[in-house]
């Protein structure tokens, strides 16, 4: 449980729930010998719940002697995103502009499932297969007792019997490159072309990887849009991070291709590169 501690031999591990592209995400404390280490795990602050992980932080860690934090996107040069609330916001937009709108994004992104399922219209369908039901149903029953986002009041398992009055009323469908969805998706292309939108609401790079299925199924259709926000933390939100445990002993970088950016955060702190397999002591 988030908060509680878990004791593992000498060990005190802390689990604190954190904003991220995949739902149920922890940074860990890790308390021992009178030393604290904080690993961040993946994270973000632009997401629905991102704004609690600065307060978290002071209120329960505080200072650390040693900061493992993750830096995916110094690949790419840690560049603000937009926030998840700006792309609920562009969704609800296109979704009353177009009036088949397929999405295609990450079954376990429950915070973007809970973006175009909120951006969905009145009167229209919010549809998905039996799997993604299963999923929501999870994050129904733990998170949406803590808030209304996570409450899904519209997803509905898309099967024959609503395929006449999805079809009348329009919809958005959360949709996988596999299984019936390929039918449903060349029945729409064939038939409703100019009336469908396709959003590809995943990182772009995976489109450029050969072999990729979405991008034969966006070519296919008129409109298709790339609309995405990264599940990872920006220079902005890794700087500030650092700033508030403000680590005495080092950061170490993780989860990245660009260790060396670091350097060029202007952070004062001393930062510790290290490689697979070898060790540093917390003395």
């Known amino acids: 449980k988030a908060g509680d501690d878990i004791q593992l031999g000498n060990f005190s591990v802390t689990p604190f729930l954190v904003d991220h592209s995949a739902y149920d995400s922890y940074m860990f404390l890790i308390k021992a010998e009178g030393k604290k280490i904080l690993h961040t795990g993946d994270f973000r602050t632009h997401g629905f719940r991102g704004k609690g992980v600065l307060p978290m932080l ?19 040069d840690g560049l603000p995103s937009v926030s998840e609330s700006q792309l609920q916001h562009k969704a609800k937009e296109l979704l009353s502009s177009y009036k088949y709108v397929f999405v295609i994004c990450p079954s376990t992104n429950i915070d973007r499932i809970a973006s175009f399922h909120e951006a969905t219209p009145r009167g229209k369908y919010f549809l998905c297969d039996a799997y ?28 024959r019997f609503l395929e006449e009055k999805a079809e009348r ?31 590809y609401s995943m990182w772009d790079g995976y489109l450029r990887q050969s072999g990729n299925v979405s991008q034969s199924l966006m070519d296919g259709f008129q409109n298709s849009i790339h609309l995405h926000t990264s599940g990872h933390a920006t220079n902005q939100a890794i700087v500030e991070v650092c700033s508030t445990v403000r680590p005495t002993r080092a950061i ?15 952070l004062p702190f001393h930062i510790e590169h290290l490689s697979d397999g070898q060790v540093f002591e917390v003395k």
């Open 252 to 266: 170490i970088p993780i989860h990245t291709f660009s260790p060396a950016k670091f350097a060029g955060l202007g």
């Open 169 to 199: 009323a329009g919809f958005c469908m959360m949709v996988r490159t596999s299984g019936r969805f390929l039918e449903t998706l060349k029945k729409y292309r064939e038939n409703h072309n100019s009336e469908c939108l396709l959003i």
């Open 132 to 159: 993604q039901k299963d999923i929501i149903e999870i994050a129904r029953k733990h998170g949406g007792v803590h808030s209304s986002l996570y409450s899904f009041r519209k997803a509905l398992v898309y099967n």
């Open 58 to 76: 002071r209120k329960y860690v505080g200072p650390v002697d040693v900061l493992i934090i993750e830096g995916t996107s110094l690949s790419n």
